[in-house]
């Protein structure tokens, strides 16, 4: 008894019933391409609109509030199609779950009712050249086809041999292991599916930043961002990391070569590992990888009025890490705003202060002082010293870096590097095997034969019609040098 290919819920039931039935009509267009297609459209569709929307992540305060107040429609479907909350809601996994169901339910039907030993053409008549017809040789029907038989097998193709009526006629197939090229390269669809789904419940985004000698607990909380962490995401390991050092290495004293942050994760007492975390060279710790975003520098200000009381002392990370560039922060509980340029290397050129090298050997802090609005002073002042501005005793204690790091947890990484592996080898192996047919037929004629080829190629068949006509010559040697296709030469 034939094993039923169909799945079991249609399985013993007659063929017209199944297709004019509920469930038939459901299951006929999961495995339709029309499904495929609209699925994919509507994915796409979705994406385009969510990246076309306002991303309100980037938006100030006052732009956010100011487009709820004017516009609530499109601040009301921004807020539900951004990127980060549309891939953790229910509703975008039903689409690649559909995706996948069709996808794999295709595969097993394609599975159950192929024949891999030999599989006949679809097209058998049709053919993807002028039809070789009428050449006639002066040998026996019999002497013919078994030249013709040779030959194939010679070119190891599969062939089916039928005779009837004094005609002979070879069903010749070659590349049917490209079947599998193709049931290779869908599965590596069905595994990128499962490793989307797979990030989008479980992936951890999130950002953090240290400071040369500070220590920090590794959790959420000391996250200075979260980006995305997926509902079944798990949680940081909460061991200790710190930045022992870090260093940058530039050629000619101006081209960057390296940049190092070395780490250092320790659970008590007991260090787990040391370290470095390099520009496209994370660090992996556990399941999770540290990976180095940027970096700048951090001096130490220390702060004190007239009196010489301290009223401020701690390193400050300023954003930036070109010479020429400032920034700025409030000193906390004073009125004082500073503004801040650091460079690296002391050096005067001209009468004014510029950087020599991007390495921080001799540093210099250019400060400009703001009390309640208004400027107190501008100067420059080297590092271990201090200067005046106003009621403020402004001393440059010391400079390291901060570096800003990625904590990246994703457990659909491997999946869909597996699934780009697959794909590219069932692509290479569908169109290294291409599947191929030759329709072969040998016709008595008086005391000689007449031989017809007619054949069929799934990919390049100008490669094709030149190998059918290098089989012709093989076949029949004697007409080598004659016309084909009504004694046109080819």
């Known amino acids: 008894m034939r094993a039923c290919w169909r799945p079991w819920f249609l399985c ?8 004019s039935s509920p469930v038939g009509k459901i299951y006929r267009f999961l495995i339709s391409r029309q499904f495929a297609v609209w699925s994919l459209m509507l994915l796409a569709a979705i994406l385009i609109v969510s990246g076309a929307l306002p991303n309100l992540s980037t938006l100030t305060e006052k732009e956010f509030a100011e487009l709820e107040r004017s516009r609530p429609i499109l601040h009301w479907v921004s807020s539900n199609m951004q990127m980060r909350e549309l891939m953790r809601s229910p509703f975008f996994l039903i689409i690649p779950g559909a995706i996948w169901l069709s996808t794999a339910l295709c595969m097993i039907r394609r599975l159950r009712r192929s024949e891999p030993s030999f599989r006949t053409p679809q097209r058998v008549g049709a053919t993807d050249f002028p039809e070789v017809s009428g050449v006639s040789v002066d040998r026996s029907l019999a002497s013919v086809a078994e030249q013709v038989a040779s030959v194939l097998r010679k070119r190891r193709w599969q062939t089916r041999e039928i005779s009837e009526n004094g005609t002979i006629r070879h069903c010749a197939q070659n590349g049917a292991r490209g079947f599998w090229g193709s049931i290779v390269f869908h599965s590596s669809m069905l595994v990128l599916l499962l490793g989307i789904v797979a990030s989008i419940l479980g992936r951890f985004d999130a950002e953090m930043i240290l400071t040369e000698g500070q220590t920090i607990p590794f959790n959420e909380d000391q996250m200075v961002r979260i980006n995305g962490k997926g509902r079944y995401a798990p949680e940081l390991p909460g061991t200790m990391v710190s930045l022992e050092r870090f260093e940058s290495r530039f050629a000619q004293g101006k081209y960057p070569v390296d940049y190092a942050a070395h780490l250092s994760l320790t659970d008590g007492p007991l260090s787990i590992r040391k ?11 556990g399941r999770w990888q540290i990976f180095l975003h940027r970096y700048g520098y951090a001096p130490r200000f220390e702060i004190r009025d007239r009196s010489g009381t301290l009223l401020f002392d701690g390193f400050v990370n300023l954003v930036f890490t070109r010479t020429s560039q400032k920034d700025h922060f409030d000193v906390p509980s004073l009125p004082l705003r500073l503004e801040a340029e650091v460079v690296p290397e002391d050096g005067h050129k001209g009468g004014l202060l510029i950087s020599q090298s991007p390495t921080p050997e001799n540093p210099t802090l250019r400060i400009r002082a703001i009390a309640n609005g208004e400027s107190i002073g501008e100067q420059e002042i080297p590092v271990g010293e201090a200067a005046e501005f106003g009621a403020y005793n402004i001393a440059f204690a010391e400079l390291r870096h901060w570096a800003w790091f990625g904590v990246v947890y994703d457990p659909g990484y491997w999946l869909i590097v597996v699934a780009f592996t697959l794909c590219v080898a069932g692509l290479a192996h569908r169109f290294i095997f291409a599947e191929k047919w030759l329709n072969v037929k040998v016709e008595a004629q008086g005391g000689g034969a007449v031989v ?21 010559r093989q076949m029949l040697p004697e007409t080598s040098d004659a016309g084909t296709n009504g004694g046109d030469d080819r």
């Open 275 to 285: 370290d470095a975390v390099r520009v496209n060279q994370p660090l992996h710790h």
């Open 452 to 472: 017809s080829l007619a054949g069929h190629s799934r990919y390049f068949p100008a490669l094709f019609e030149k190998e059918v006509e290098e089989i012709r």
């Open 12 to 19: 013993g039931k007659d063929r017209n019933v199944m297709k």
